[in-house]
């Protein structure tokens, strides 16, 4: 023990991070243990080149954007809907597709305590959003008489709680050896100094490392490995909060498949010019989405000879991958963007402090950067007033009375009876 504590006084010496033993005298073994074995697993090296390097904002420029092309899904005839859904369902009834949930946040943001993908709808009954998840699934797999691969990225924070939900809840009736669960990567934060701060006295501070953590987790996992052993050819990859985020959709799985990409995703149109959401584009001549912030108005009047907006398609957080997408980005490593958040620390007088402003940098990794891998991707416009329900928080646009009101109009007047009943 001795001789850990030396090591880690050594590399807290050399990063300027010493106040994380300020306490050291005053823990227990088990608390001194737990502190030490956390201290000597972080990459201090990685956390002070990413403050740094997050000092530099560096935006596009109009030089380096272009038009990323799109299809408008309100614009296909019934015969190209039908063609295309034909291919989608050939696709799921094979058991070509697998779906993929992004559902490592928690519910802090909606003054909940859990893992975000617990939140109940206040629906009667009311209903959980990995449950609304799952009855997507189980519809289609009561359809195409198919068994669906679900794979559940959890956070080191909600990793247990998620998985004893499930268990608690028995799996909503869906087949348990269908479902696997394995979680996305954290990273420390730091204050606005490039400080470590402490959760509690023994305890580093750390949070998930965001959704583009995907492909090294499910590497780690060995998952990618089980999906090519299953022959599965495309995974739906989506995030839990959006009840109207249909994982099968048959449309998207057939344009997507017929497209010639190996990589696709879902886009919402930009109503407002002025919104600095950012957009799909190709910059340095591969797909990406681009930060328009310094040139939003600008970028947002472009129309092709059609009258078409070029800039307007924004991301909900709806992907196809091809298998072979997956295993390329495995080994890939993608940029880390920062974002500052109010999170609640250990003071220097071993008190928690709550604080009434953000005060911390947290460094994440995105699923989109994975998109500038590839020479080209497939875009689909869809009708946010039908697809797009995501609850965010209780006080803006994306709260969840809309998205009740939008699920109990798109989803619940739709009767599916299914063979296995849910049990608390």
Same mark, same amino acid.
């Given at each position: 023990m001795e001789d850990q504590l030396k090591n880690v006084k050594d590399v807290l010496q050399k990063y300027h991070q010493e106040h994380l033993i300020q306490f050291y005298d005053e823990l227990s073994l088990e608390e001194r243990d737990f502190l030490v074995h956390q201290i000597l697993s972080i990459d201090f090296e990685e956390i002070s080149n990413l403050y740094e390097m997050s000092k530099f904002n560096v935006l596009d420029t109009t030089e380096e954007i272009e038009p990323l092309p799109y299809t408008i899904r309100d614009n296909l005839s019934e015969t190209e809907i039908q063609h295309f859904s034909d291919i989608g369902e050939k696709l799921i009834s094979a058991g070509k597709i697998g779906v993929i949930t992004l559902a490592g946040g928690q519910g802090s943001r909606l003054g909940f305590k859990g893992p975000k993908g617990t939140f109940e709808l206040d629906t009667k009954p009311k209903i959980s959003l990995f449950e609304i998840l799952c009855n997507y699934l189980k519809v289609a797999c009561q359809k195409y008489n198919v068994q669906i691969m679900w794979y559940i990225m959890t956070s080191t924070e909600n990793h247990d709680a998620t998985v004893r939900f499930f268990e608690r809840k028995n799996f909503f009736g869906y087949p348990k050896e269908?479902?696997?669960?394995?979680?996305?990567?954290?990273?420390?934060?730091?204050?606005?100094?490039?400080?470590? @701060?402490?959760? #509690?006295?023994?305890?580093?501070?750390?949070?998930?490392?965001?959704?583009?953590?995907?492909?090294?987790? %499910?590497?780690?996992?060995? %998952?990618?490995?089980?999906?090519?052993?299953?022959?599965?050819e495309w995974l739906f990859v989506g995030g839990i909060d959006n009840v109207l985020l249909d994982p099968l959709d048959t449309v998207f799985i057939g344009m997507t498949a017929s497209s010639g990409c190996l990589i696709s995703s879902k886009?919402?149109?930009?109503?407002?010019?002025?919104? @600095?959401?950012?957009?799909?584009?190709?910059?340095e001549n591969v797909p990406a989405i681009a930060d328009c912030e310094n040139f939003v108005n600008e970028l947002s009047k472009i129309k092709d000879s059609n009258g078409n907006y070029l800039y307007r398609e924004t991301n909900m957080l709806a992907h196809l991958f091809h298998i072979k997408a997956l295993q390329l980005l495995q080994d890939k490593v993608l940029p880390f963007h920062r974002a500052f958040r109010k999170s609640a620390f250990v003071n220097y007088e071993g008190m928690k402090q709550v604080p009434d402003k953000p005060n911390i940098y947290k460094f994440e990794q995105f699923v989109f950067d994975a998109f500038s891998?590839?020479?080209?991707?497939?875009?689909?416009?869809?009708?946010? #007033?039908?697809?797009?329900?995501?609850?965010?928080?209780?006080?803006?646009?994306?709260?969840?009375? @809309?998205?009740?009101?939008?699920? #109990?109009?798109?989803?619940l007047h739709k009767e599916v009876n299914f063979d296995d009943e849910d049990e608390d």
């Open positions: 269908n479902i696997f669960f394995f979680s996305q990567g954290n990273l420390p934060l730091v204050d606005t100094d490039g400080k470590l @701060i402490l959760e #509690e006295t023994y305890k580093v501070k750390i949070a998930s490392n965001g959704n583009g953590n995907l492909f090294q987790a %499910l590497h780690s996992a060995d %998952l990618i490995n089980d999906m090519s052993r299953r022959n599965i886009t919402l149109f930009k109503n407002d010019p002025s919104d @600095i959401s950012w957009v799909f584009a190709r910059r891998f590839f020479d080209n991707m497939f875009l689909l416009r869809v009708d946010a #007033e039908r697809e797009s329900a995501p609850i965010k928080d209780f006080n803006g646009p994306c709260n969840p009375e @809309i998205a009740k009101k939008k699920y #109990e109009k798109y989803v």
